[in-house]
């Protein structure tokens, strides 16, 4: 019974990375090692001996166990990996705020020329009399 249930699951998880492949919601760069992971979970499921013997060679007891230190060990490379995505995807963040903040300067410099020049050209050109006549 737990077989045909494991098997379900694994090829919905599988079906689930690549309808988000699909819709670009996942980068192919993740997709790789999740399609690697639901390989991993329908095999086990389609053979279920598959982890007592891997467990056996190993040299551990409980083949559970093992399952259970392989999640972990996944679950610490998943995120030791996003945190690297994380601190890359801020410092890149703040070079292009500091980018943006130097055009908003650049760019109020440019108007204030701008606002100046076009102060400057406005004005009477009759040697700052006005127009004094009568």
């Known amino acids: ?18 309808i988000l492949l699909m819709r670009r919601q ?5 997709a790789l090692l999740w399609l ?14 598959l982890l007592g013997e891997l467990a056996r060679l190993l040299g551990v007891v409980v083949p559970s166990n093992l399952l259970f230190a392989l999640a972990v060990a996944l679950l610490i490379g998943v995120t030791l990996h996003l ?11 703040r070079k292009v705020a500091e980018e943006v903040a130097i055009l908003r300067a650049e760019v ?4 204030a020329r701008q606002d100046a020049a076009m102060d400057d050209s406005e004005t009477p050109r009759d040697g700052g009399r006005g127009d004094r006549s009568g």
């Open 1 to 18: 019974m737990i077989v045909p249930i494991g098997i379900g699951f694994a090829l919905i998880i599988l079906g689930i990375i690549v």
């Open 26 to 30: 996942l980068r192919e760069k993740y």
């Open 36 to 49: 690697l992971i639901g390989v991993v979970l329908l095999a086990l499921a389609v053979f279920p001996d």
């Open 83 to 93: 945190s690297w995505e994380l601190s890359n995807a801020e410092e890149e963040i």
């Open 108 to 111: 109020d410099q440019l108007r």
